[in-house]
């Protein structure tokens, strides 16, 4: 089986803009959650929100391009060109059918809504503008990457809610490894609006806790929900020796990948499912449990989210579970895109040297018990990193990453 | 409307939408391969020209003759010769 390097990551985070910006967030444990009152007025429960500050989609792109593209492929689109200029890979490199984007999405509400409006606004469909239908589309990122990449080879965009962003990069392994491709720009990104969340509010979802900084509490006693974020992440993977051939600086390497569907519920996870994705993932790397130093838990702060996550740990790892680090801590739930900003996140503290902490973690819940989780930031970085993900309809993914 | 306001107009609105130079909008210039617009950029131009001129376009055929921004000069004059933009 041939080896997936990772050679460059790209991020429009709550955290940052840059990389610089978001590895430094991640070292002093500054938070991306805001609250917004106007949410009040329309009728939410939380005030409570990821916020992206200084991101211009201008500077990157002109009208003519975001026309036919919401806010979050524009952050994807610059994520992925930061990837590339870290991986020293100019766009050019990506065309060829060796080549591919395979990115995580499941919504693009605000522009549907958009679309009706346009509609409504001018009375007839050819008065609508020309970006609309574009814009609708759950593919919309590999979509404009593809015309604006200049792209050869395949791409696609997959969606499996909270995971799909692991499902994305996990596929873009597979396709190295079983080699049908060599190079592979995958990520995720999620939109970031009131529009896109009203709905998952109106569940009792999301936090209530005040102050916005200190709401997202995994693991911890007093979690009362999850705080909904965005952005984009984009991370360029490499066949292994290629990369190394070509003299690329490896990030990291993705050992083994691992999947599963709870199949019970499609809200409340079990207490098997995503095990399974864990252990699928430690058997296609070769490794045991006994190998992984720090567990990137997906831990979004719910109070039946993390209770079951914790009860897969525990049943994959027992009572020798290494550290666990909850980045939604930090960051809140960046939803379709956490899959693969939480990589991206790793390969950051990697290479400055550091692991982070967990915000907010004062004492477990009776149903988080046992878990580790990791408070105080190391000066070290983490070596092998299990990365799970899950999402609604039960859809669990495990990628285990070398770092450092 | 004279002739000149008309230019202006068109020059403005095809500006603003398709962020071109000024510089660049001479009679001559072709739409596609000098202005750069694509058969998407040639939907959202008549909605800017509706716009800037306050008309609706009832027949998009009369459209396909149009190759330069002179001949929308043109397609607009004829228009407010017909009466159909003041």
């Not at chain 1, 919309?140 to 990449?149: A, G, P, Q």
């Not at chain 1, 066949?239 to 600086?249: F, H, I, K, N, V």
Request: glycine content about 10%.
């Amino acid at each position: 089986m041939r080896r997936v390097a990772i050679t460059g990551v790209g991020l429009v985070s709550v955290l940052g803009l840059t990389r610089s910006a978001v590895t430094e967030a991640l070292y002093y444990g500054h938070s991306g959650i805001v609250s917004e009152p106007e949410r009040l007025q329309h009728g939410f429960r939380s005030t409570l929100t990821g916020r992206i500050s200084g991101f211009d989609p201008g500077t990157y792109l002109g009208r003519k391009h975001r026309k036919s593209m919401p806010d979050f492929a524009v952050q994807a689109y610059a994520a992925a060109l930061d990837a590339l200029e870290q991986a020293c890979l100019d766009v050019t490199d990506m065309r060829s059918e060796r080549c591919g984007l395979i990115f995580g999405n499941d919504s693009t509400v605000l522009s549907v809504l958009e679309q009706r409006k346009a509609l409504e606004y001018a009375g007839t469909t050819t008065g609508m503008g020309s970006g609309h239908i574009f814009r609708g589309m759950n593919s919309t990122i590999s979509m404009n990457l593809n015309v604006l990449l200049g792209n050869t080879g395949p791409s696609w965009t997959v969606s499996a809610a909270c995971a799909s962003g692991a499902y994305a990069v996990g596929q873009a392994a597979d396709q190295i490894r079983l080699g049908r491709l060599d190079r592979v720009l995958c990520g995720a990104a999620q939109e970031l609006n009131w529009q896109a969340v009203c709905a998952f509010d109106g569940l009792g979802a999301f936090s209530t806790h005040s102050p916005a900084q200190d709401a997202s509490r995994p693991f911890d006693r007093e979690r009362d929900g999850l705080i909904p974020s965005g952005g984009a992440a984009a991370l360029v993977l490499e066949e292994y020796s290629l990369a190394r051939q070509r003299g690329a600086r490896i990030l990291g390497e993705i050992l083994g990948f691992g999947w599963s569907a709870d199949g019970t519920s499609l809200t409340v996870p079990d207490q098997h499912g995503l095990a399974r994705a864990m252990q699928s993932a430690l058997l296609d790397a070769g490794l045991t449990t006994r190998d992984i130093d720090l567990i990137n838990a997906h831990a979004t702060s719910t109070p039946l989210g993390d209770a079951a996550e914790a009860a897969n740990l525990l049943a994959v790892f027992g009572a020798s579970c290494p550290p666990v680090m909850a980045l939604k801590s930090l960051t809140g739930h960046e939803l379709w895109m956490s899959g693969a900003s939480q990589l991206a996140y790793v390969i950051l503290m990697a290479q400055e040297g550091f692991t982070a902490g967990t915000r907010n973690y004062e004492e477990p819940g009776p149903d988080t018990m046992g878990i580790p989780v990791l408070t105080q930031r190391r000066e070290h970085p983490p070596h092998v990193v299990m990365n799970n993900a899950a999402g609604f309809g039960g859809a669990n993914a495990c990628i285990i990453l070398e770092v450092g | 409307m004279d002739n000149d306001t008309i230019v202006t107009k068109v020059n403005a609105a095809l500006a603003e939408e398709f962020e071109l130079e000024q510089a660049a909008l001479v009679p001559d210039a072709k739409i596609r391969d000098d202005l750069g617009l694509d058969s998407l950029d040639i939907v959202d131009m008549v909605i800017v020209l509706e716009k800037a001129f306050d008309f609706k376009l009832q027949n998009k055929e009369s459209l396909a003759a149009i190759r330069t921004l002179g001949d929308i000069y043109t397609f607009i004059g004829e228009l407010r010769d017909a009466g159909t933009i003041r």
